[in-house]
């Protein structure tokens, strides 16, 4: 079950040791100070990537590699990522959607009609297959396009075929069966010689369309960056980083769309949050770009909560290039308080910047204050240093000199409870760690914190869903609360794509995609669970639904929801088809009956 309390939260402790069956000791990390220290210096605390080889299946890619070679393929690789794309990619999704609408004749279906989905992943995989193929490759895949339709030259299948059959097997190769296998093989044979005929056309050696000259498509981006800039990938290179960009994250996108379904299921009042949402920002005739990505707040905080309830990587590994001293809490317990003190101050923020109509993240700079991207959390001294943001913040606010002080804001009342509130949070000790080197005697453990020396070469593995469950960062952390994502989260308490210089780069394609095509989602049907026996609660429907197993990422074992479709509404909101009541959570809930309308079991 993946609900449930971890091992820290029974400890009572963000921190803790334990020797692995060959006698390895391995330190967990769940402390969002740590963790921003550990993620901030590539240096000192590496990624083991000796335990990556196995994604090394088409080449070398940013995943597996390190050192210069890593430096060399993020620089090639941070330009692919780019607005163009990402409207490029919306309005694939928006063609996925009308292609699964028409095909499955969905958009023909009336008002209250129910389409009852055994496992959701059954349609959200075949999502994230599209929207590789079209936004990735640049391929005008169908929804309904037989798979085995063209199998051309020396190949045994289709490009479509090897690339579903890869894209649902992503796990260990050599534990594959022969035809798996042979899937990889041919779709590693399709991106090469992809690569190589995008290669000739960049270099002008065959003739282009106007089409091609138009390409934004990741897979076009990334050959051309490589070709254009300074630094270069080799083939296999190139090849080992499409499949990372392409294939690896495919299931991740596929099962959180899909765990968002369920929660959005099981909690209706936050469905019909989101959907007067969709309705108020979404055009009438349904027709979107880009554009509205960041108008879609709840959509995305929808999205967020579930990568926060169901992170895709249930631990990060990093090893220690030295010794190292670590200072925490002793107890995670008796200082849960100082989480509510944190939460106040965000709070006391936000109510600053909210009178001051400025964006909680937007900081007041000068010519001497380097800005949050310039600088680095980990100072000259290899110690951490508050977020400059934090600090320019606060400054900004305290400060005689300022141009607007926060009384002029606020009235003085709130000033004053806002003042204590930060102060408090400011006085907080913080949790730290060094490695061997000049700066090792500055730190000390102050009250209520511990000191553990450990030593070089020792596994640190960092635990996501620790860090997401802990109500000093998330309060009712196993209530599903997409508004929370509104406001700002403590920095390093939500890492579902890693952090600091390693961070996914696939992170905003993952989120363009889904937001886009929850968004549609949610305009047409409502989403609800399906029980699996007369009075089953809504406790008991999760631990049902959010059974997972951490295989290369979080896979769900079985999501089974129905689609029901809305009446269009004709003036805004108001006339649109409420939700069913909210699921009860007593033991003897009754079950509505279904409605007098057809009712179909979908064949995706």
Same mark, same amino acid.
């Given at each position: 079950m993946l609900l449930r309390p971890s091992v820290f939260a029974k400890?009572?402790?963000?921190?803790?040791?334990?020797v692995s069956w060959d006698g390895r000791p391995i330190i967990y990390l769940a402390d969002p100070d740590l963790i921003q220290r550990v993620n901030g210096n590539a240096h000192h605390f590496p990624k083991p990537v000796e335990e990556y080889g196995v994604l090394n299946f088409f080449g070398p890619n940013l995943v597996t590699a390190a050192g210069k070679d890593w430096r060399r393929q993020q620089?090639?690789?941070?330009?692919?990522?780019?607005?163009?794309?990402?409207?490029?990619?919306?309005?694939?999704?928006?063609?996925?959607?009308?292609?699964?609408?028409k095909a499955n004749k969905w958009d023909e279906l009336p008002a209250g009609a129910e389409i009852k989905i055994e496992h959701a992943v059954d349609i959200t995989l075949r999502v994230a297959l599209l929207a590789i193929g079209r936004a990735g490759f640049g391929m005008k895949m169908t929804w309904v396009e037989d798979m085995n339709s063209v199998v051309t030259g020396d190949h045994t299948m289709s490009f479509q075929t090897a690339l579903h059959t890869v894209a649902q097997s992503s796990i260990l190769k050599l534990a594959l069966p022969n035809h798996i296998r042979t899937a990889f093989k041919e779709l590693e044979m399709y991106i090469r010689s992809m690569t190589e005929e995008r290669q000739k056309i960049l270099r002008g050696e065959v003739l282009t369309s106007p089409d091609d000259d138009a390409r934004c498509d990741l897979f076009h981006n990334l050959i051309k960056a490589s070709m254009e800039g300074d630094e270069q990938m080799s083939t296999e290179e190139l090849v080992g980083n499409i499949y990372i960009y392409l294939l690896?994250?495919?299931?991740?996108?596929?099962?959180s769309i899909a765990f968002t379904f369920a929660l959005l299921a099981l909690w209706?009042?936050?469905?019909?949050?989101?959907?007067e949402e969709v309705m108020e920002k979404m055009p009438k005739d349904g027709i979107t770009t880009y554009d509205l990505y960041k108008e879609l707040e709840l959509v995305q905080g929808a999205y967020s909560e579930t990568l926060r309830m169901c992170p895709p990587v249930q631990q990060i590994p990093k090893k220690l290039a030295r010794d190292t001293l670590f200072v925490f809490d002793k107890s995670n317990v008796q200082n849960a308080e100082l989480g509510l003190m944190k939460q106040a101050a965000r709070m006391a923020r936000a109510k600053v910047a909210e009178a001051r109509k400025m964006p909680t993240t937007s900081t007041p700079t000068d010519a001497s204050t380097p800005s949050s991207e310039s600088m680095s959390p980990i100072d000259s001294a290899d110690r951490f240093s508050p977020s400059p943001s934090t600090s320019t913040f606060l400054g900004s606010m305290f400060s005689s000199s300022t141009s607007t002080s926060m009384t002029s804001v606020v009235d003085a009342e709130d000033a004053d409870d806002i003042s204590r509130k930060i102060s408090a949070a400011a006085a907080i000790p913080r949790a730290d760690c060094?490695?061997?080197?000049?700066?090792?005697?500055?730190?000390?453990?102050?009250?209520?914190?511990?000191? *553990?020396m450990v030593e070089k070469?020792?596994?640190?593995?960092?635990?996501p869903p620790a860090v997401h469950y802990n109500p000093k960062y998330f309060p009712e952390p196993y209530e599903f609360k997409p508004e929370r994502?509104?406001?700002? !989260? =403590?920095?390093?308490?939500?890492?579902?794509?890693?952090?600091?210089?390693?961070?996914?780069?696939?992170?905003?394609?993952?989120?363009?995609?889904? !937001?886009?095509? *929850?968004?549609?989602?949610?305009? =047409?049907?409502?989403?609800?669970?399906i029980p699996a026996f007369e009075g089953e609660t809504r406790e008991q429907m999760l631990e049902r639904m959010f059974k997972a197993r951490p295989l290369i990422t979080l896979t769900p074992e079985s999501i089974p929801i129905m689609f029901k479709k809305r009446g269009?509404?004709? !003036?805004?909101?108001?006339?649109?088809?409420? *939700?069913?009541?909210?699921?009860p959570t007593a033991p003897d809930m009754e079950v509505t009956k279904a409605s007098p309308v057809p009712t179909i079991t979908a064949n995706v």
């Open positions: 400890w009572g402790r963000d921190v803790f040791s334990c620089s090639v690789s941070k330009g692919v990522f780019n607005n163009d794309g990402w409207r490029f990619l919306w309005q694939e999704t928006c063609n996925i959607f009308d292609g699964m609408m690896a994250g495919h299931e991740t996108t596929a099962h209706p009042e936050k469905q019909r949050m989101v959907y060094v490695a061997q080197g000049s700066s090792w005697k500055n730190v000390k453990a102050t009250e209520g914190q511990m000191e *553990l070469d020792t596994i640190v593995f960092i635990n994502f509104k406001d700002d !989260v =403590e920095e390093g308490s939500f890492i579902p794509f890693s952090s600091g210089s390693r961070v996914c780069l696939g992170r905003h394609f993952s989120e363009v995609e889904s !937001v886009c095509f *929850l968004a549609y989602i949610i305009r =047409e049907f409502e989403i609800h669970p269009r509404p004709t !003036v805004g909101v108001a006339e649109a088809v409420p *939700l069913s009541p909210p699921i």
